[in-house]
């Protein structure tokens, strides 16, 4: 379990962590975060689970979090949000994540869209933001350690340890996670078209790659076709084969 005394001084006085929460084992991060955020807590503090019995993510799938496999951690926010700023700040905390286990694994994940991280095509990361006018959470799933995963997950899941040599620092990964979602926080606003296009350049799924995108929002059905980029407020386009375009604001995208 990542204990707060040794995780506060690797944050460096920031904002992020000034109010730490640390248990074995929760039913969520998240839960937990947003009826603390709803109770008052203050911007930055930090809720770690070792284990989770009802992790989430988004569309409400199940986050698999079993004990010591992984790093599960969810941050009260209160952000100045228009609705259209929710999504590319989302893609900026992506983006923030990639860069710490960048930092901390000397690895460089894939990125899509719009808040899944991979290596060699399989997810090990997951992201989830949820915003009121009040407050905001945001919840970050890692697998860090080999684990079996269920049967469903299996061909499509991944750890961060089976791309390393040696064993990862779930302390030394959080401390990076930390700092880097502080860090892109803070320098988001007036900034959103900046974090688009990095976005776009970073991520093979957002330009020119032929997907599939189950479970969107027209109709249900799923779409097929070429990305074509993101729009003002961070949409994935979508190029038909009769030319046409449409717009995907949910749904989860796979290569064709």
């Keep these: ?21 640390s248990a074995a084992s929760l039913p969520s991060t998240q839960q937990a975060a947003l009826e603390a955020a709803a ?20 569309h409400g799938h199940a986050w698999h979090s079993p004990p010591g496999a992984g790093l599960y951690l969810s941050l009260v926010l209160r952000p100045r949000l228009t609705p259209q700023q929710t999504l590319p700040l989302t893609l900026a905390f992506g983006l923030a994540v990639a860069d710490a286990v960048e930092e901390s694994c000397r690895l460089r994940p894939e990125i899509r869209w719009p808040n899944d991280l991979l290596l060699e095509g399989r997810k090990f990361c997951g992201l989830l933001l949820e915003a009121n006018p009040d407050f905001a959470v945001l919840g970050v799933g890692i697998n860090v350690a080999p684990q079996p995963f269920p049967p469903e997950l299996e061909p499509i899941a991944t750890a961060l340890e089976w791309h390393t040599p040696a064993p990862v620092s ?10 880097q979602l502080e860090r892109r926080y803070l320098g988001f606003a007036g900034r959103e078209r900046e974090v688009l296009a990095e976005f776009e350049s970073r991520s093979r799924y957002a330009r020119g790659l032929e997907v599939v995108v189950g479970g969107s929002v027209m109709g249900g059905c799923a779409l097929r076709g070429v990305t074509a980029g993101l729009d003002e407020s961070g949409f994935l386009r979508l190029r038909h084969p009769d030319g046409s375009f449409s717009l995907v604001t949910s749904g989860d995208v796979r290569p064709a």
């Design 1 to 21: 379990m990542i204990a707060p005394a040794e995780l506060r001084p690797l944050l460096a006085g920031g904002r992020f962590g000034a109010a730490i929460h």
């Design 170 to 179: 779930r302390l030394q990964l959080c401390a990076a996670v930390v700092r």
């Design 39 to 58: 109770a008052g807590a203050s911007e930055g503090t930090l809720f770690l689970a070792q284990a989770q019995t009802q992790g989430r993510g988004r």
